[in-house]
C-alpha cells in the first residue's frame, strides 16, 4: 500500500483542516505538537482560511448570551456552542479569526479566539459619565504584527451655564505592549453614531461613516499600521445629504456597503462600493421589497450562500431582530432558521484560525465542544 509522503500531509492536508481538529491532532505526538503550534504553520492555515469561499457564521444568542458557530454552505450541521467565559458579550468585530468582545456589567474588552479557547482581557478605560457616542474598531497591524482595538469617544465636558462641549478622543489599543495610545484629544469637525463599530478592510484599514451638517455623510479611514486617519471617502451625491438615510453600514463580500431607503417606492437598496475610494464606483447590489425588510431601521448583509444562492440578512426593527434568507431573483425574504439555535441576537461571519493571542489564557472547553467541531 502506497504511503502519502510527510510534506504533502505537513504542508497540503494538514493546513486546509478546521482549526478546532488541529487543536486535536496535537495530541497525536511531539512533532505534530510542535508544527501545528508552530509560526509558519498557523500562517500557512490562516492564508487557506481567509481564501477559502466557506463562511462560518458567529451567532450570538438572545437569552443567555451563548455564542454559537455554524457553518453556512452545510446547513444541516447543529451550530455549535463556543467556550463561553462568563460574560454577556457583545461582539466588536473579527481579525483573522480573533474577535474582539466587549462587555457592560462588568464593563471589559476581551479577545478571544473561538476555535483554540485563547482569550485575553484587556486593561480597560472605563467610559466617560456623559458621551454622545462611543465606538470600537479592532483589526490588524501587518507591519507590527499586533492587533489594536481603536476606542472613539465623543465627550460631552460640561461648560456651566453655556451647556457642553463635545470633544472627540481617539485612542488606540496594542495587545503586544498592553497598552492605550492616545492618539486624538480634540473638538470634532463631525458627527457619527453612537455603537456603531468600525467596518474592517484588509484587516488594518476601519472605516466609519460620520455626518457634516453643511456636507452631509462621509466616511472617515483610519490606519491601524500608522495609526492616524489617513482618508475621507464619499458616499453617492443622492444619499449623502440626507440625514438618518442610511440605514447600515460595513463590509460585504469583501467591499465597503450601505443600504438605504429607496427615494421613490417602497424599498430598500443594498449599494457597494466596488473600487475603493472612487466615488463612480458605488453600485446597485439589489434591491428588497418584502415589507419585513422595508419597515426595519436597519438592515444588515452578512454573507452570500452559494448553495442556496440566497443573502443573509439581519434586520433591526426597534428592538424587534430578525436573521431573514433573501432570494434576489424570488424577490422574496423568509425567516432563517440555524440548526441548533433557538433565537439571533447578532450574526456575523468569522473565520476560523490558530491565531495566538499575546499573553492569553485559555478556556477550559466543555464535553460538547471537545466532541463536536466549531469553526
Given at each position: 500500500?502506497?504511503?502519502i509522503?510527510l510534506?504533502i500531509i505537513t504542508n497540503g492536508?494538514l493546513p486546509r483542516?478546521?482549526a478546532?481538529?488541529l487543536m486535536?491532532f496535537?495530541?497525536?505526538s511531539?512533532?505534530w505538537?510542535?508544527?501545528?503550534?508552530s509560526?509558519?504553520f498557523?500562517h500557512?492555515h490562516l492564508h487557506?482560511?481567509?481564501?477559502?469561499?466557506?463562511?462560518?457564521?458567529l451567532i450570538?444568542?438572545?437569552?443567555?448570551?451563548?455564542?454559537?458557530?455554524?457553518?453556512l454552505?452545510?446547513?444541516?450541521?447543529?451550530?455549535?456552542?463556543?467556550?463561553n467565559f462568563g460574560?454577556?458579550?457583545?461582539?466588536v468585530g473579527?481579525?483573522?479569526g480573533l474577535?474582539?468582545i466587549?462587555?457592560?456589567r462588568?464593563?471589559?474588552?476581551?479577545?478571544?479566539?473561538?476555535s483554540?479557547?485563547?482569550?485575553r482581557e484587556?486593561s480597560t478605560l472605563?467610559?466617560?459619565r456623559r458621551?454622545?457616542?462611543?465606538?470600537?474598531?479592532?483589526?490588524?497591524d501587518s507591519?507590527?504584527?499586533?492587533?489594536k482595538v481603536?476606542r472613539?469617544?465623543?465627550?460631552?465636558a460640561?461648560?456651566?451655564?453655556?451647556?457642553?462641549?463635545?470633544?472627540?478622543?481617539?485612542q488606540?489599543?496594542?495587545?503586544r505592549?498592553n497598552?492605550w495610545?492616545m492618539?486624538?484629544?480634540s473638538?470634532?469637525?463631525?458627527a457619527?453614531?453612537?455603537?456603531?463599530?468600525?467596518?474592517?478592510?484588509?484587516?488594518?484599514?476601519l472605516h466609519w461613516?460620520f455626518w457634516r451638517p453643511?456636507?452631509g455623510?462621509?466616511i472617515?479611514c483610519?490606519?491601524?499600521?500608522?495609526?492616524?486617519?489617513?482618508?475621507?471617502?464619499?458616499?453617492?451625491?443622492?444619499i449623502?445629504g440626507i440625514r438618518d438615510g442610511i440605514l447600515?453600514?460595513?463590509v460585504?463580500d469583501g467591499?465597503l456597503?450601505f443600504?438605504?431607503k429607496?427615494?421613490?417606492e417602497?424599498a430598500?437598496?443594498i449599494w457597494i462600493m466596488?473600487e475603493y475610494g472612487v466615488?463612480?464606483s458605488?453600485?446597485?447590489?439589489?434591491?428588497i421589497s418584502?415589507?419585513r425588510?422595508?419597515?426595519?431601521?436597519?438592515?444588515?448583509?452578512i454573507?452570500?450562500?452559494?448553495?442556496?444562492?440566497?443573502?443573509?440578512?439581519?434586520?433591526?426593527?426597534k428592538s424587534?431582530?430578525?436573521?431573514?434568507?433573501?432570494?434576489?431573483k424570488?424577490?422574496a425574504a423568509e425567516?432563517?432558521?440555524?440548526?441548533?439555535?433557538?433565537?439571533?441576537?447578532w450574526?456575523d461571519?468569522?473565520?476560523?484560525?490558530?491565531?495566538?493571542?499575546?499573553?492569553?489564557s485559555?478556556?477550559?472547553?466543555t464535553k460538547?465542544?471537545?466532541?463536536?467541531?466549531?469553526i
Amino acid at each position: 500500500m502506497a504511503t502519502i509522503p510527510l510534506e504533502i500531509i505537513t504542508n497540503g492536508i494538514l493546513p486546509r483542516l478546521p482549526a478546532k481538529s488541529l487543536m486535536r491532532f496535537k495530541c497525536v505526538s511531539k512533532p505534530w505538537l510542535a508544527l501545528i503550534s508552530s509560526h509558519e504553520f498557523i500562517h500557512l492555515h490562516l492564508h487557506y482560511s481567509l481564501s477559502s469561499i466557506t463562511n462560518h457564521l458567529l451567532i450570538l444568542t438572545e437569552n443567555d448570551c451563548s455564542l454559537f458557530s455554524s457553518n453556512l454552505e452545510l446547513p444541516e450541521c447543529p451550530a455549535i456552542k463556543l467556550p463561553n467565559f462568563g460574560i454577556k458579550p457583545s461582539v466588536v468585530g473579527s481579525c483573522n479569526g480573533l474577535l474582539c468582545i466587549q462587555s457592560h456589567r462588568p464593563y471589559s474588552l476581551f479577545l478571544l479566539n473561538p476555535s483554540t479557547g485563547s482569550y485575553r482581557e484587556l486593561s480597560t478605560l472605563l467610559p466617560p459619565r456623559r458621551y454622545a457616542a462611543l465606538n470600537f474598531g479592532f483589526g490588524y497591524d501587518s507591519e507590527n504584527d499586533d492587533y489594536k482595538v481603536v476606542r472613539i469617544v465623543d465627550r460631552l465636558a460640561s461648560r456651566g451655564f453655556l451647556g457642553h462641549q463635545v470633544d472627540r478622543i481617539v485612542q488606540v489599543y496594542s495587545s503586544r505592549a498592553n497598552s492605550w495610545e492616545m492618539i486624538e484629544w480634540s473638538p470634532p469637525r463631525d458627527a457619527m453614531g453612537d455603537r456603531e463599530n468600525g467596518a474592517l478592510l484588509n484587516n488594518n484599514l476601519l472605516h466609519w461613516k460620520f455626518w457634516r451638517p453643511q456636507e452631509g455623510y462621509h466616511i472617515r479611514c483610519f490606519n491601524l499600521c500608522e495609526k492616524r486617519w489617513t482618508s475621507d471617502l464619499p458616499f453617492p451625491d443622492y444619499i449623502k445629504g440626507i440625514r438618518d438615510g442610511i440605514l447600515d453600514f460595513g463590509v460585504f463580500d469583501g467591499s465597503l456597503y450601505f443600504s438605504s431607503k429607496n427615494q421613490q417606492e417602497p424599498a430598500v437598496d443594498i449599494w457597494i462600493m466596488k473600487e475603493y475610494g472612487v466615488t463612480e464606483s458605488w453600485v446597485k447590489l439589489f434591491q428588497i421589497s418584502d415589507s419585513r425588510v422595508v419597515r426595519s431601521s436597519r438592515v444588515s448583509p452578512i454573507a452570500y450562500c452559494r448553495l442556496k444562492n440566497k443573502v443573509l440578512l439581519r434586520t433591526t426593527n426597534k428592538s424587534e431582530h430578525s436573521i431573514l434568507w433573501y432570494d434576489i431573483k424570488g424577490e422574496a425574504a423568509e425567516c432563517a432558521k440555524i440548526n441548533g439555535v433557538a433565537d439571533c441576537l447578532w450574526i456575523d461571519v468569522c473565520k476560523g484560525s490558530l491565531v495566538d493571542i499575546p499573553s492569553g489564557s485559555q478556556i477550559r472547553n466543555t464535553k460538547q465542544n471537545d466532541e463536536k467541531e466549531a469553526i
